[in-house]
């Protein structure tokens, strides 16, 4: 059986289904005059700021800071899942369904297509440093149900070469300070430890499927549905659940600081936070009321988009191991 958590699941849902911020609460609310289901963003200030929407007709956003307001751009017949912009905002790259990968080198204005096969549905772009990214999805026309594929690039996103190792369900990436490559799998995960080089794949406990996952130096934190929680202390290598959190929680995105702090998003505008690696969770009253999907650290400020056209935002100090 799940051990009790230490607030009661109706404090939970009260601080999580509150339409404003409570009062103290350090999270903000970006007005996007949008009720679109954001899937992923990229920002890089306040005058460069993008969101991709998972509606079919291909929208995303960008912000105007000449404007002061969002303007919308689309491409027709796909679905969109994320978007990365390298410091700078002026050359990105944006991905999603129908194999769409593209790249921008005038801040998303213009968009080039890298031609990828139109089966794929890609889910995931990341970048390690200014050279070398990782991309992520599935093969919708395998004979394999959603069998996985990645890709890496080692000259910043020209030219991408398949990585071999399998997989289903490829839809994360998290790449830590120190280099580490983490992609989530439908039930596994898949570590590299050497920019994309060797990878060591490793079963999630409990026969349980995680939404996301990161490794921090020896910790590791992996969350899911049904209020699945696991850690790691060494390095990702194994995995022990902690039955800490009630099961009518759901958790689809994490943002791991350093060894001990993170940040976990989910159902009904639902942030929590752990400073002992995932023992103990605090929730914060987010301002969001419904699901959230993709949370980031831009500088010393996390941001996190949802459904409902949700975009908020919190200042945090800094670990020293960010500084």
Avoid at 107 to 123: A, C, E, V
């Amino acid at each position: 059986m799940r051990k009790i958590f230490k607030l009661s699941i109706v404090a939970l849902s009260i601080m999580s289904a509150s339409c404003g911020a409570a009062p103290g609460s350090d999270w903000h609310v970006i007005p996007t005059g949008r009720q679109d289901n954001f899937n992923g963003f990229s920002i890089c200030d306040q005058s460069h700021e993008f969101i991709v929407s998972g509606n079919p007709n291909g929208f995303f956003f960008r912000y105007s800071s000449e404007r002061n307001r969002w303007v919308i751009d689309s491409m027709p017949g796909t679905v969109l899942q994320d978007i990365y912009f390298f410091k700078g905002c002026q050359r990105g790259f944006i991905c999603g369904s129908r194999g769409t990968f593209s790249y921008s080198e005038d801040f998303g204005q213009k968009w080039t297509s890298l031609n990828f096969d139109t089966s794929l549905w890609l889910y995931d772009v990341a970048f390690k440093d200014s050279l070398t990214g990782f991309l992520v999805g599935i093969n919708s026309n395998s004979r394999i149900t959603s069998v996985g594929v990645a890709f890496k690039t080692s000259d910043g996103g020209h030219t991408w070469d398949s990585i071999p190792i399998g997989g289903i369900m490829l839809s994360s990436i998290d790449i830590a300070p120190d280099g580490v490559v983490t992609i989530k799998g439908q039930g596994k995960i898949y570590i590299s430890r050497d920019t994309g080089v060797h990878w060591d794949t490793v079963a999630a406990p409990s026969g349980e499927s995680p939404n996301a996952v990161c490794i921090r130096g020896k910790a590791g934190l992996m969350i899911g549905m049904g209020g699945y929680v696991a850690s790691s202390g060494d390095g990702g290598k194994t995995w022990k659940p902690l039955y800490v959190l009630p099961e009518n929680i759901h958790l689809f995105d994490l943002l791991m600081l350093d060894e001990k702090m993170a940040y976990a998003i989910g159902s009904d505008g639902m942030v929590l936070y752990t400073d002992d690696c995932g023992r103990n969770w605090i929730p914060e009253a987010s301002g969001a009321p419904q699901q959230l999907t993709k949370i980031r650290l831009v500088g010393n400020r996390i941001y996190v988009c949802g459904q409902g056209g949700a975009l908020i935002y919190k200042d945090i100090d800094l670990p020293k191991s960010l500084k």
